[in-house]
């Protein structure tokens, strides 16, 4: 970067606190081109003000010194000029105070080390930041947008034509995409198609309604720009997203298609009811699932499997195999909902049928509540919570069923014609391949333990990310749900498609980074085929060539970085973020000489999750301690070990990592940063060898963005026990 301007914001208390003649030194003394002090640099005013400077100077880049990186991004763009933010009134005004004993604010002038006061320490660390942003601007390259050389494809695949695929299909279509729609059942409508009714999905949500499917079927078929492959399989899906290269198996056949992304709507499998002969499945011919009772009721013969003879009552078990570990132990969320709605079916057909509905709790999702009241209103069907105990063979083809723990602690005995079992949603993909995918880390959407053959994803921040960029999950397949909530999610789906599609022809991340143009950049001149960046990509955005060298699919990047923190060679870098960038901002700091108990802590800090806590820390004004220097990372798996060594290097008594929580309930918006970098702890740790130094003096600590207690007590924590080490030995050479 040749010509780099700062500019220094005085309000919000920074004039107040800080010497601003000192910072403007410090910015020239790191080689800045020009500097200038202004009140609100964020109004109107102060954005032409470095508008016109940008242009006078004629300025490469612009170190913004005044609020986070986190607040007025947009207020701070200025086209093709390169910006840095330094975050003097979160980072350094507004959350950096003398602590009294009793947890009081002192006045800045409190001598906190022999000769050496609090303000002293706080200039100290405002003119690191501001050294520190020049020097990162020094070592700034512009990104360049990604753009194949391949023609990219804008048409969106739509696998599965049940409720949610037939919507995303449409939503698609009439946002203009093209759409290839591929359905392995010779029919399009899926489950619900199979339906005799479903609950209505508009208010009042009282009543029963012919299946929406029809009417989303009808209008799929008559669109031009939707194709349709029935009887139809995935076979292999190659490339990335705008680069998809798909084969489908149809009539005998195989063609290939050209896509741009993809929405995964495959549906669900009802789950297996010969788990389930404790409840009467397979042994009693009057004890059916929840899916055959429907078939029944399509078909208009509501009548005793055993002998054909009408149904007068039937007793509906609850959770039938669900929230069991032994069987599926989630709740499927419709069962409940399905359950009533087949005692309705009964009650219409027959009005003095009996229905009984024997549940553990009754979940009716939503507005849906309305529906169950409906029916805890009709005199011919009793609810009850109770645990059912036995289910046997009674007389005259009846099926007994002894229920306890009921809500009036009695044990009842009830004899109907037919028990239904509410069995549950099993997704496809746990079953059977559906994408196929030609990917490294194999042939479907990687998932996890915890969410039972569920695909894997961020359902806290990103509820439609999958870890296949470019691939979006919707209805049954994607989670447990009703056809209200498949229609909405099928919406999400397509809306995330087509907003890759968009990304991806502009150039840039597809998510969470939806502004970043810069990607991982390899020089494979020095590369030793040590795998670890095609190993640790979350996203499979990395194969290998027959000689393990790393090939890359730009388009599956989500730009983490995990793959520049993973390189012992230094050889991945991103032109706005590289390891001579980190480590010239490290140099930029000045470290004080030993002895003096002026201690100097780096916190390496997640830019997701544990920044947004600190940011909010300042808001409220809890202090953290002066000695920490903090560079925002893209994510804690961005963390090269270089990083450590150079820090420790320059002085630095102790380093952390700050980031987000990994683990079973995990909120790292990469998937693994966090759990990774604290992997690589042990190449930290042969670092720290290498320079006798303790191995306590660099940690990882997660923290959640609500957390903001435990972020600072963990910092002023952290601080304490290194101060037990004492001063890192390297300090002041």
Known sequence: MQKIGVFICTSCNIADRLEISELESAATEQGAAAVYSKEFLCSKEGREFIESKIKEDELDGVVICACSQRVNYDVFNFDNVAVDRVSLREGVVWSRFPVGENGEILEDSTEIAEGVSFKDELMALAKDYVRMGVAKLQSYNHPVPYKPEEE???????IGGGVA?????????????????????????????????????????????????????????SNDKIKVYKGATVTNIAGAPGLYTVKIKHAGKEVEEKIGAIVLAAGFKPYDASKLEHLGFGKIKNVVTNVQF????????????????????????QCAGQRDENHLPYCSGFCCLASLKQAKYIREADPEAKAYIIYDHMRTMGIFE????????????????????????????????????????????????????????????????????????????????????????????????????????????????TIQQAIEDARGAALKAIQCLVAVEEGRAVHPRTWDYAYPEFDLKMCTQCKRCTEECPFGALNEDEKGFPIQFVTRCRRCGTCFGACPQRIISFKDYSV???????????????????????????????LPALDMAAYQKKPIPVSFRIIPVRCLGSVNVAFIKDSMSKGYDGIILLGCKYGENYQCHFIKGSELANRRMENVAETLQQLALEQERVTIYTVAIDEIDQAVNKLKEFEEEIKGFGENPFKGW
């Open 370 to 481: 309305n529906f169950y009241k409906t029916l805890q209103d009709d005199p011919g069907v009793f609810l009850t919570k109770g645990k059912v105990v036995e289910v046997s063979e009674g007389e005259n083809g009846k099926v007994k069923v002894v229920v306890d723990e009921t809500l009036l602690g009695e044990k009842l005995e009830i004899e109907v014609d037919v028990v239904v079992l509410a069995i549950g949603m099993v997704p496809v993909t746990a079953e059977e391949p559906v994408l196929n995918l030609e990917y490294r880390q194999g042939p479907g959407l990687p998932e996890l333990e915890l969410f039972y053959g569920y695909a894997d994803s961020n359902f806290i921040c990103f509820p439609y990310e999958s870890r296949r960029t470019g691939i979006y999950a919707a209805g049954a397949v994607h989670q447990p749900m």
């Open 580 to 610: 001579d960038m980190i480590g010239n901002m490290i140099k930029a700091t000045e470290m004080p000489e030993q002895g003096y108990e002026q201690y100097r802590l780096m916190a390496f800090v997640c830019e997701n999750d544990a």
């Open 294 to 317: 429907e078939e029944m009721a399509k078909k208009g013969e509501l009548k005793r499997p055993s002998d054909g003879e009408p149904i007068k009552s039937v007793l509906f078990i």
């Open 165 to 221: 695929g037939l919507t995303a299909a449409i939503e698609s279509a009439k946002a203009g995409y093209d759409v290839v729609l591929v359905e392995k059942e010779r029919q399009l409508g899926g489950f619900v198609a199979k339906m005799k009714a479903h609950c209505e999905i508009n208010p009042p949500y009282q009543n029963l309604v012919p299946p929406i499917v029809d009417e989303l079927i009808k209008e799929v078929e």
């Open 152 to 158: 990219i494809s804008k048409t969106i695949l739509v």
